[in-house]
Nanobody, 124 residues
């Protein structure tokens, strides 16, 4: 079992930055594919960014390319999502998820473990 706990959300003005953290426990996640997803009010959850367990390659949704960066710190068993140039449309609850050696990082249904989410609000 893998437990995931997100943190780092909050209220920020448009153009600002936040760094979300996803701390894992229970198992070492070095070989796990980690994904960040978000769900805005009244909308379905969507993929944001992912980092593969096989080679640490990264994938981003078009809406966040060039603004967000996902990374992992092996010694801390933690994955981060650095979010820059935030926009009001980035407002959502952000979730991290984990799946051992998943290749299709965008595939929400394939993830085995999920955190409880952290809320990000971007004011205009």
């Amino acid at each position: 079992q893998v437990q995931l706990v997100e943190s780092g959300g909050g209220l920020v003005q448009a153009g600002g930055s936040l760094r979300l953290s996803c701390a894992a426990s229970g198992r070492t996640i070095s070989a796990y594919t980690m994904g960040w997803f978000r769900q805005a009010p009244g909308k379905e959850r969507e993929f944001v960014a992912g980092i593969r367990g096989s080679d640490s390659s990264t994938v981003y949704a078009d809406s966040v390319k060039g603004r967000f960066a996902i990374s992992r710190v092996y010694g801390k068993n933690t994955v981060y999502l650095q979010m820059n140039s935030l926009k009001p449309e980035d407002t959502a609850v952000y979730y991290c998820a984990a799946k051992f050696l998943l290749d299709r990082v965008e595939s929400e249904s394939q993830y085995d473990y999920w955190g409880q989410g952290t809320r990000v609000t971007v004011s205009s």
